[in-house]
T-cell receptor, first 110, second 112 residues
Framework: EDKVVQSPLSLVVHEGDTVTLNCSYE??????LLWYKQEKKAPTFLFML????IEKKSGRLSSILDKKELSSILNITATQTGDSAIYLC??????????FGKGTRLHILP | NAGVTQTPKFQVLKTGQSMTLQCAQD?????MSWYRQDPGMGLRLIHY???????DQGEVPNGYNVSRSTTEDFPLRLLSAAPSQTSVYFC???????????FGSGTRLTVV
């Protein structure tokens, strides 16, 4: 059974801190790993990772995939209160299912 | 460009009633999916489609039906609503398998 596990489930840090969110996956015929940010409503797409060891970066956010360890991390540097959200990781199978983890709820204190 | 449009935004049903959640996209995306989101559970895949005329089951398909007669529309049917189907439902679409999903704004469904 396909499974995506995220940790921690919840995290509270102060503005300016750096955070690392973890995602591990057991996905049949793995195709890619995706990260999403969900604030009040619908998730918004952050990254798609297909190759091991290649960092994807967008501003203060970056992510990397480790296919040997079946895992990925999402880093956020110099956090701001606007980074408060649920961060969702998802595994994409070759039969085109996208399976999500339960998410990490991140709260940034001013 | 409307993106992914879901209707209604809110709905209250009585146990045993049926209804259809509508989802339409105007981006000519081949891939569409329905997810439900419950507190602490992330997003769980209900049904998905890789093109018009093709649908398949996800993680939690029981109690839900779908069809995909056109590229644009992917309605989700609840035949006999149950309180366990109280949830927020998201429809999503993407152009190809090499892109991430664009999500609709969600439908909050309460079954009493």
């Amino acid at each position: 059974e396909d499974k995506v596990v995220q940790s921690p489930l919840s995290l509270v840090v102060h503005e300016g801190d750096t955070v690392t969110l973890n995602c591990s996956y057991e996905v049949t015929n793995f195709r890619s790993l995706l990260w999403y940010k969900q604030e009040k409503k619908a998730p918004t797409f952050l990254f798609m990772l297909t190759s091991s060891g290649i960092e994807k970066k967008s501003g203060r956010l970056s992510s990397i995939l480790d296919k040997k360890e079946l895992s990925s991390i999402l880093n956020i540097t110099a956090t701001q209160t606007g980074d408060s959200a649920i961060y969702l990781c998802a595994g994409h199978t070759r039969d085109d299912k996208i399976i999500f983890g339960k998410g990490t709820r991140l709260h940034i204190l001013p | 460009n409307a993106g992914v449009t879901q209707t209604p935004k809110f709905q209250v049903l009585k146990t045993g009633q049926s209804m259809t959640l509508q989802c339409a996209q105007d981006m000519n995306h081949e891939y569409m999916s329905w997810y439900r989101q419950d507190p602490g559970m992330g997003l769980r895949l209900i049904h998905y489609s890789v093109g018009a005329g093709i649908t398949d089951q996800g993680e939690v398909p029981n109690g839900y039906n779908v069809s995909r007669s056109t590229t644009e529309d992917f309605p989700l049917r609840l035949l006999s609503a149950a309180p366990s189907q109280t949830s927020v439902y998201f429809c999503a679409s993407r152009a190809t398998a090499n892109y991430g999903y664009t999500f609709g704004s969600g439908t909050r469904l309460t079954v009493v």
